[in-house]
């Protein structure tokens, strides 16, 4: 018998069945003794179970913290906001307009703060500036991060010397302030949509179970809870008199929201899909739908009512924040799982080589010839 110094890193191996007494010509029935009937042959092998080599999972969960997944609200208020400060500037809301963009302003700032924090140093979200890889979700979200961040910037800004009557000593920056304001926050806008949606294509580029099964619809998903978390907002900051493109937004949000969820989690292989719907994700994104729902006939039916749109742009925002953390939480949980990327991978097999696809490196069937 060989050894080897990687013995001791093999798994134990099961102790071996004793030979019953009776001879070796002597053999069982199949099924007899064995719980059967007698009419059924037994299992040559166990059910599998779905573990990996010494236990460990098949795919690396993410290194995320909880910093990532307020950067995904986040980035979901700053763009909606963004957007409605644009639409507050064009229809001649200027109470809306400065709020919307006084939020787009604090909601990148955090965004981009928690970003840091969870990459550790500065620095190293510089270095994503260096190049632009359009194959990167990355490289271009933190292009377009860099963007909205200098449009959004410099209307908030011109919003906050307003705001404090004028006291900074900005001398001839003001005028230059003023000028750039207006087109600043509609540039801020042009990059609203693609900030609130890049994270979700980020999620879903990864190898996580979860998150890369909802490719087709996260982003939209995304973009939805982008608008309640933005509308809500400003719903809570703005006086009824101005709030109804976000009374509208949020409306279109709710309808959105709902229905890009209930159809990516039909669309999704239903092992993938279920750590959308147990544990604290699975809480998390029920509650979510509720307070979805909640908030949007508040939007709806409120009216006039300051109380009433404050309360349901509470429950908007906190909706949206549920949505953010419940499909990041999933993802993580996912990928701790062998099973969640084991079964799948099965279901996709059989349906190539029911479709006669036996050629390829995937099937590994035989070649063509």
């Known amino acids: 018998m060989s050894t080897s110094e990687y013995d001791s890193l093999r798994p134990p191996e099961p102790p071996r069945r004793k030979r019953r007494p009776g001879g070796p010509g002597r053999r069982r029935r199949p099924g007899r003794h064995a719980g059967g009937d007698g009419s059924r042959e037994m299992l040559m092998v166990p059910e599998a179970e779905f573990t990996s080599y010494y236990g460990k999972p098949v795919v690396k969960p993410p290194p995320w913290e909880k910093e990532v997944a ?95 009557g004028s006291r900074a000593p900005l001398g001839p920056l003001r005028t230059v302030l003023r000028v750039a304001e207006g087109p600043a926050g509609l540039g801020a806008a042009v990059f609203a949509g693609p900030l609130a949606a890049y994270t979700a294509v980020l999620l879903a580029d990864t190898a996580v179970p979860t998150w890369n099964h909802t490719h087709r619809d996260l982003p939209f998903v995304f973009v939805s809870s982008a608008s309640l978390a933005s509308a809500g907002l400003a719903m809570v900051t703005t006086p009824v008199a101005e709030t109804g493109p976000a009374q509208r937004m949020a409306a279109l949000g709710v309808v959105g929201d709902v229905v890009a969820t209930r159809l990516m989690e039909r669309r999704m292989d239903p092992v993938a899909a279920e750590p959308l719907h147990h544990g604290r994700p699975g809480a998390m994104l029920r509650w979510s739908e509720r307070l979805a729902v909640l908030g949007g006939v508040g939007a709806v039916l409120g ?15 906190a909706a949206s924040a549920l949505t953010r953390f419940g499909v990041f939480e999933a993802g993580i949980a996912s990928a701790k799982d062998p099973r969640y990327t084991i079964e799948p991978q099965r279901r996709r097999l059989e349906a190539r080589r029911a479709a006669g696809i036996t050629d390829d490196s995937i099937t590994t069937g035989p070649t063509a010839g």
């Open 70 to 164: 307020a950067y995904l609200f986040l980035g979901g208020v700053a763009g909606g906001s963004g957007l409605l400060g644009a639409g507050g500037q064009l229809t001649g809301r200027p109470t809306l307009a400065r709020n919307a963009r006084l939020s787009a302003l604090a909601a990148v700032s955090l965004g981009g703060a928690a970003l840091v924090k969870d990459l550790g140093r500065p620095d190293r979200f510089y270095n994503m500036l260096r190049t632009f890889k359009v194959t990167s979700p990355m490289s271009v979200g933190s292009w377009i991060l860099t963007a909205f961040s200098g449009g959004a910037g410099i209307a908030a800004v011109s919003e906050l010397d307003r705001l404090t």
């Open 303 to 317: 009216g006039r009512s300051r109380a009433m749109a404050a309360a349901s742009g509470a429950a908007l925002m």
